[in-house]
C-alpha cells in the first residue's frame, strides 16, 4: 500500500590613483581603445615655509574637480567599465530580489505550520489558478485572478477561501515591509504552493525519524531535493490579471473522470507522468484521488511509481518531479519580470565627501 503524500503533512567602480608630487605633474589615464587624457589638478606651492622646505599643497576643491573628471573619462571612455557597473547593478537587484524572496518564504512558511490543515487547499489553490491557462489563445494562467471573488465562488474552488484569507495576511506583512514594492497575488499564490510542499516534506522526514524535529530537519537538509528549486525561485516578477479568467476552463476535480483530468492536463502541455505526481493538488483525500487514477493503464505506472518513493527516504524520484512540475505550471503563459522587487539605492553625492 503506498504512503499518501498528504497524509505526511558592489564592487568599486574607479580606483583612486596617487597625486604627483612632481610640480606641475598631470595626471594621466590610459583608456582600453582611446587616447591618453591629461588631467591638470591645481595646486598651490610655496618655498621656504616650514624650515625651507618645499611643500606641495592640493586644495579640497581641485582634488573633487580632478576626481570627477577622472570618473567622466572612466565612464565615457572604457566600455570595460560600463560592463563592470552594469554587472555590479545585476548583482545588486539580484541581492535584493534574493533578500525579498527569503522574507517571502519565511512568512509564508509561518503561516502554513500555524495551519497546517490549509495545506491541501493551497496546492489545490495554485493548481486552479495555473490551469485557466489557454494555449490557444495563450491567455489565464498563473496570474493571481483566482483571488477575484467570482473566481474563488466557482465550483472548482469550493472550499479554498480559507486558504485564500491565510494568503491575504500573510500578503499584508509581506508588503508592510517590502522595500520593492507589494507581491503580487500571482507570485504569491504560487509560492505558497512551493511552501507548502516543503512543509510536507519536512513533515514526512520528522516522521521518519521518530518525531524528532532536529534529526528530521538534518535528514530533509542533507537527503531532499531542495537544491531543484531552482528555477521555480528564478520566475518570480509574475503580473497580476486585472480581471477574472473565463470560467469553464478548470474541472472539478472531485467529480472529473480520469480521461477528463487526462485531457486537461494535455491540453496545458502535460501528461500522465504529471498527473500522477500532481495527485495532492487535486483534492484533500490523495490516497482517494490515486486510487481512481491507479485504474487507468497509462497513469497507473507513475502512481505506483511515487506511492514506492514516498517510502524511501529520501523520497527523491517523487520529490523532483513534483518540483519540475509544479515549475513549468506555474509558469504557464506568463512574461516574468526579472527586476520585480527590486528597487534603486539612494545616490551618493561626491562633492559633499571630506577629504
Known amino acids: 500500500m503506498g504512503v499518501s503524500f498528504l497524509t505526511t503533512v558592489a564592487p568599486s567602480l574607479v580606483h583612486l590613483t596617487s597625486l604627483s608630487s612632481t610640480s606641475n605633474a598631470a595626471s594621466s589615464r590610459s583608456l582600453p581603445g582611446t587616447t591618453t587624457a591629461a588631467i591638470r589638478c ?73 495551519k497546517p490543515e490549509i495545506i491541501p487547499s493551497l496546492l489545490t489553490l495554485a493548481l486552479n489558478d495555473a ?69 510536507t516534506f519536512l513533515a514526512s522526514a520528522i516522521r521518519k525519524c521518530g518525531g524528532n524535529e532536529e534529526k528530521g530537519s538534518l535528514l530533509y537538509s542533507a537527503y531532499g531535493s531542495n537544491g531543484q528549486w531552482g528555477l521555480f525561485d528564478k520566475q518570480m ?52 484521488t490515486e486510487a481512481m487514477l491507479a485504474a487507468d493503464p497509462d497513469v497507473a505506472p507513475w502512481v505506483q511509481k511515487y506511492q514506492r518513493s514516498r517510502e524511501t527516504v529520501s523520497e527523491t524520484d517523487y520529490e523532483v518531479d513534483l518540483i519540475t512540475t509544479l515549475t513549468k505550471l506555474s509558469s504557464l503563459g506568463q512574461t516574468i519580470n526579472y527586476e520585480a522587487y527590486s528597487y534603486a539605492l539612494p545616490r551618493i553625492d561626491i562633492t559633499k565627501l571630506k577629504l
Open 237 to 288: 516578477g509574475r503580473a497580476d490579471a486585472t480581471e477574472p479568467d473565463p470560467e469553464g476552463r478548470v474541472p472539478q476535480w472531485d467529480k472529473a473522470t480520469v480521461q477528463e483530468m487526462k485531457d486537461k492536463f494535455s491540453a496545458v502541455g502535460l501528461g500522465p507522468r504529471q498527473l500522477a505526481v500532481m495527485s495532492a493538488f487535486l483534492g484533500p483525500d490523495q490516497a482517494a
Open 42 to 114: 591645481s595646486k598651490i606651492e610655496t618655498d621656504g615655509v616650514g624650515g625651507g622646505e618645499g611643500i606641495f599643497h592640493t586644495q579640497r576643491r581641485n582634488v573633487l574637480t580632478c576626481f570627477g573628471a577622472t570618473i567622466a573619462l572612466e565612464l565615457v571612455g572604457s566600455s570595460g567599465s560600463l560592463v563592470e557597473m552594469a554587472t555590479a547593478a545585476d548583482l545588486i537587484q539580484r541581492k535584493q530580489r534574493s533578500e525579498f524572496q527569503s522574507t517571502v518564504k519565511s512568512t509564508l512558511f509561518t503561516a502554513i505550520k500555524a
Open 131 to 199: 490551469m485557466t491557462y489557454d494555449k490557444a489563445t495563450k491567455t489565464g494562467g498563473p496570474n493571481g485572478s483566482v483571488r477575484f471573488s467570482s473566481e474563488i465562488n466557482r465550483p472548482e474552488n469550493k472550499g479554498l477561501s480559507a486558504a485564500l484569507d491565510v494568503l491575504e495576511e500573510a500578503k499584508k506583512e509581506i508588503d508592510s515591509t517590502s522595500k520593492g514594492g507589494p507581491i503580487s497575488y500571482a507570485d504569491l499564490v504560487q509560492f505558497a504552493a512551493q511552501s507548502a510542499l516543503k512543509a
